[in-house]
């Protein structure tokens, strides 16, 4: 599938969902990167092109979310919809940053303590901030600490494409993995009763010891 460039457009614009996997070669990410084996919800985005900012509309189709829900172990997942916003924030070292929010419908999964919860989840925020393959390199090569202005989450490709579904299905991921462990803090088993005797047992003592 072809990507879509913009320059500075204030209309969002609707990627169409992309009939084949995507040709944009998935970038690593901490945590979802070890169990993705495919890129389910392939959106390709032109942001090497990017003059200055962009909206983009994403919508996962009913296949893609199926593939997504197998993908993060859930028992469904009804719908899957974005909005993101691209911005360069450094033009020399193509940095962009993408800045925007998901929502889920009817995502059902196993809590911690087993019980199947059925979720509707609106408006999550994300920020993530991408540069080009090559500066990336040269920056993990020095191992010199970044500042703020130069640290960056995920890479632009060789093409100048970035994923923007993969990167949405990243943060879904993160999202649902806080909530797990939220669960897993307020998660009390039954235990033995505070007020319960306290028995010690030791050495048997004989006469005369």
């Known amino acids: 599938m072809a990507a879509l460039v913009l320059a500075a457009s204030a209309a969002a614009v609707r990627l169409p969902a992309a009939p084949t996997r995507g040709s944009v070669v998935p970038t690593r990410s ?3 990167r070890a169990c993705a084996t495919a890129n389910e919800f392939p959106r390709p ?6 003059k200055k900012s962009a909206r983009v509309a994403l919508e996962a189709t009913d296949a893609e979310c199926a593939a997504l829900a197998k ?14 916003t691209l ?12 800045v925007g929010t998901l929502s889920a419908a009817d995502v059902v999964r196993t809590a911690f303590d087993g019980a199947q919860k059925t979720q509707q989840l609106d408006d999550v925020a994300f920020e993530t901030y991408f540069i080009s393959e090559d500066e990336a390199t040269e920056m993990l090569r020095s191992e010199a600490p970044l500042d703020d202005d130069e640290a960056f989450d995920e890479e632009i ?14 943060h879904l991921y993160l999202h649902l993995d806080e909530l797990a462990a939220m669960e897993a803090e307020e998660f009390t088993p039954d235990r033995v009763p505070d007020t319960a005797p306290i028995i010690i047992e030791g050495p048997e003592v004989g006469p005369g010891q």
């Open 157 to 170: 490709d060789e093409n100048g494409s970035v994923d923007l579904g993969e990167l949405v299905a990243q």
């Open 87 to 98: 911005t360069v924030v450094d033009r020399q070292r193509q940095r962009v940053r993408a």
């Open 71 to 84: 993908r993060f172990e859930l028992e469904a997942l009804g719908a899957l919809t974005a909005n993101v």
């Open 30 to 32: 901490a945590i979802v």
């Open 45 to 50: 985005y032109a942001a090497g092109g990017l």
